[in-house]
């Protein structure tokens, strides 16, 4: 069974910074592509970052240069580290592994971003 938990979420305020984090159990994780996506309320889930079994990321433009996506292969684990978060980053955030035809989500930590 595949399991992605993420973690990390809660309250922050605008200029802060958090790390979320996502553990995976019941894959080859370091042969999948792992990545975090959100979604605000009432509105689609979008792609923020990504970082591929080779170590190789992408990043949505809204958060080039304030998130970093790194990985730990050894403890299964991906994570997020966001800076200089802004309002409009308040989302519940979506771990995601990738691997051909394979693709696996999360339940999703919520991130909010207020005074």
């Known amino acids: 069974q595949v399991l992605l938990v993420e973690s990390g979420g809660g309250l922050v305020q605008p200029g802060g910074s958090l790390r979320v984090s996502c553990a995976a159990s019941g894959i080859t994780f370091s042969n999948y592509g792992m990545g975090w996506y959100r979604q605000a309320p009432g509105k689609q889930r979008e792609f923020v970052a990504r970082i591929r079994s080779g170590g190789s990321t992408n990043y949505a433009d809204s958060v080039k240069g304030r998130f970093t996506i790194s990985r730990d292969n050894a403890k299964k684990t991906v994570y997020l580290q966001m800076n200089s978060l802004k309002p409009e980053d308040t989302a519940v955030y979506y771990c995601?592994?990738?691997?051909?035809?394979?693709?696996?989500w999360g339940q999703g930590t919520l991130v909010t971003v207020s005074e």
């Open positions: 995601n592994a990738f691997l051909s035809q394979f693709e696996y």
